[in-house]
Structure formats: structure tokens, C-alpha cells
């Protein structure tokens, strides 16, 4: 848990209340993360107006990315606050945009509202802001700090981070296996690992990823909705991406067939076949191209492209070689491992391959367990 650091020394009109600034700051967080998944290109941000009432601190406004990205979160606080703003403290999970996009920028607002203090949990790393929004409030006369709860943000903040500063979307590798450790048969029907609890809880981390991606393999074997199905949440299904090498996804399966109903990337070797792409694309797909090495799709520069149309968030649910190959590449930042309690009984293909079950030991750590009904739910995250 990180204090905050002010920029400027508060005058007495300011909050600096460490304990009240973790508090806002939470729930600002809170506010974002509801919106992961659904306002790519940009970040998911909470944010909260608070002002002091004769019996302590109000919430007069609060607001979140909305879908889509805009209005962003700033603004919304603002507007539901109205005239309240005036001399009240805005508490944001992320540093304020100072840059013209398709909308002002939201210093402008907050200047305008007549906030008196502005509290984020960080500095936005896109090179278009930068610290340039908390300079600007600073210089105008706004009290400023930052800092509060940062660690914590950069987890909810994971995505936008990485698209900011590396190029490329942050990954959440899931995979699931029996309790004897195996994700698959060797031959015959598909096995089928997980229960009904944790099959939802899967499908509440799909609803928070911008894309799912898996291979062709899955496709082939599967064929796979990679759709969320939970009540209230089926609009949130993320972008399905299909690595596919050589555009061996067939016609027939389910993710071409409702291509049109969401969207549907499949990317492909520079080199791959153009006729099996006409025919997907008049099925509602998009194909990309991306090089290979070694007969196998560059899945850095895969990423890169996606990160490229805006993608912070990508959930891997390709199996265990897919996995390994993204950890081999340093490509993974969390994993979530799936555990029944019920054994396969005989050989299969193992879950955890050797360079996964190598960086588990030394580069990542766990953060959490959930018990859904007869499965257990693991997380892990990078320990550097």
C-alpha cells in the first residue's frame, strides 16, 4: 500500500487525511475496475467529487469510463456534482487528461467546476499526459496529489500501462486441470474439467478483457463460443481473437458463423493463403497479418498489433502449449489456474508445461485463492 506523495503542500482548504484518501481512492478504483473490458481504448477510471459537510466528507458526485471510453470519468463526477463541485475534492484512479482528443481535455473541466484539490492514485503514463495534467492543475492553483493506493492501481491500470509503455496489452493466462493435473485427453472427447461455479467465474473475467484469444487448435477441437453468457453481462463479450497461422479456421465454426453478432480477429502468417481470408471476411471476420519465425505466428508482434487497434486487456484461454509459449516469450503478467477436485485417471496432456511450471517458481507470485464449489481458483501475478 502506497501513501501519497503531494506535489504541492496542501493549503488548509485541502484533504490530507491519509486514512480519508485511501478510503476515495478505493472506491474510485472500485468505480473503475466495474468498466474493465468495455471502455478500450482507453482506461477504466472511477472517479469521486467529495466536499466537507458539517458532518464530514459528502460524495455530491461520482462517475466512470463509459463504454466506448467516453465521457471519461472525470466528467461525469463533475456533471452529477453540478455547482457542488465548487472548492470540493476530486478523487481519480488515474492522473487527468490534459491532451485534445475527440473530446477537451478533462483539466479544462475540472478548472472550470472550481475544484480545489485533486487526488489520483497515478501519473498517466500515455506520453500525451505524462504528469503534464497534474502540472497544469498545479500551476493554475489547484492543491495536487498522487500517489495514494498506487499499487493497487496498477493492477486495475495493468493494461493501459503496458499498451503506454511497452507497446503491447497486458495478458492473463487461464488454464484448468484435473486433480491429477492434466488439461486434456490424449484421444478421444473433449474433457470437460471445470464446474458451474467456476465456469461463471470465468466467464465474469471474460466480461473484463477487451479480447479473448486462443489458437486455431482450440477452434478445431472445440469449437468454442468465447462469448460471456452471464445474466445481465451477455453484451460484454470481448473481441475474439483466433491465432491461426495458415487461416485453418473453418467456415462452419461457431465464432465464424456469428461474426457479424461480435467481433471476430483472426491473425494470420504474412504468408498464409488469401483465398480462405476472402472467405472469412464475407463471413464478418477480420483477418490481420502479423510475420511468423520458425513456421509459428510471432506472438509478440500479435500483440503488438492488437495493442495497435486499441487493446489493453487480452485473455488467454488457449490451452497449455499456447501458455507455455507465452511465458517462454515473457509475455504473461497474471495466470489464473482452475483445480478440480476430481482426477483424470489415466494419461493426458499435462496443464503446466515446463516453462510455465519454471516461472511460477521464480518470477511469479500468488495473490489470491477462491474456493467455487469442487474447484479451486488460483491467481498469480509478475513478482517484478
Keep these: 500500500m502506497s501513501a501519497a506523495a503531494p506535489l504541492a503542500r496542501p493549503g488548509p ?10 478510503r476515495f481512492i478505493r472506491m474510485a478504483l472500485a468505480l473503475g475496475a466495474r468498466h474493465l473490458g468495455a471502455t478500450w481504448p482507453n482506461p477504466s477510471v472511477g472517479a469521486l467529487v467529495v466536499r466537507e459537510d458539517r458532518d464530514g466528507p459528502l460524495i455530491v458526485g461520482q462517475g466512470v469510463t463509459e463504454r466506448g471510453g467516453r465521457p471519461h470519468a472525470e466528467r461525469s463526477a463533475l456533471d452529477a456534482a453540478g455547482p457542488a463541485a465548487k472548492g470540493a475534492t476530486l478523487y481519480v484512479s488515474l492522473e487527468p487528461c490534459s491532451h485534445h482528443g475527440r473530446t477537451p481535455p478533462c483539466v479544462d473541466a475540472i478548472l472550470a467546476a472550481g475544484v480545489a484539490c485533486v487526488v489520483t492514485a497515478l501519473e498517466d503514463p500515455d506520453p500525451r499526459v505524462r504528469g503534464r495534467g497534474h502540472r497544469f492543475l498545479q500551476e493554475r492553483g489547484v492543491e495536487v496529489a498522487t500517489g495514494v493506493l498506487a499499487d493497487e492501481a496498477r493492477r486495475v491500470h495493468r493494461g493501459h500501462i503496458l499498451r503506454a509503455t511497452r507497446g503491447r496489452p497486458a495478458v492473463l493466462l487461464k488454464l484448468a486441470r484435473t486433480a491429477d493435473g492434466f488439461a486434456a485427453r490424449l484421444s478421444g472427447p473433449r474433457l470437460y474439467i471445470s464446474g458451474e461455479r467456476s465456469n461463471c467465474r470465468t466467464h465474469l473475467i471474460r466480461a473484463h478483457a477487451d479480447a479473448i484469444m486462443v489458437g486455431v487448435g482450440t477452434v478445431l477441437a472445440d469449437d468454442p463460443q468465447l462469448t460471456v453468457r452471464l445474466p445481465g453481462l451477455e453484451d460484454r463479450s470481448p473481441v475474439r481473437v483466433i491465432l491461426d497461422s495458415r487461416l485453418r479456421t473453418p467456415e462452419g465454426a461457431y465464432v465464424v458463423r456469428t461474426g457479424r453478432e461480435v467481433p471476430t480477429w483472426v491473425v494470420a502468417a504474412d504468408d498464409a493463403p488469401i483465398e480462405p481470408e476472402r472467405r472469412l471476411a464475407a463471413a464478418g471476420v477480420e483477418v ?69 511450471r519454471a516461472a511460477l517458481r521464480d518470477r511469479f507470485r500468488l495473490v489470491s485463492t477462491e474456493d467455487l464449489g469442487p474447484d479451486r481458483l488460483e491467481l498469480f501475478e509478475r513478482a517484478d
Design 13 to 22: 482548504g485541502a484533504q490530507t487525511d491519509p486514512a480519508r484518501e485511501e
Design 288 to 356: 490481420m497479418r502479423v510475420p511468423s519465425r520458425g513456421g509459428r505466428l510471432d506472438l509478440a508482434e500479435a500483440l503488438t498489433l492488437l495493442a495497435s487497434r486499441g487493446i489493453t486487456r487480452v485473455f488467454s484461454e488457449g490451452g497449455p502449449r499456447l501458455g507455455d509459449t507465452l511465458v517462454e516469450l515473457d509475455l504473461v503478467d497474471e495466470f489464473a489456474l482452475a483445480t478440480s477436485d476430481a482426477p483424470l485417471g489415466e494419461p493426458g496432456v499435462p496443464a503446466i508445461g515446463s516453462k510455465l
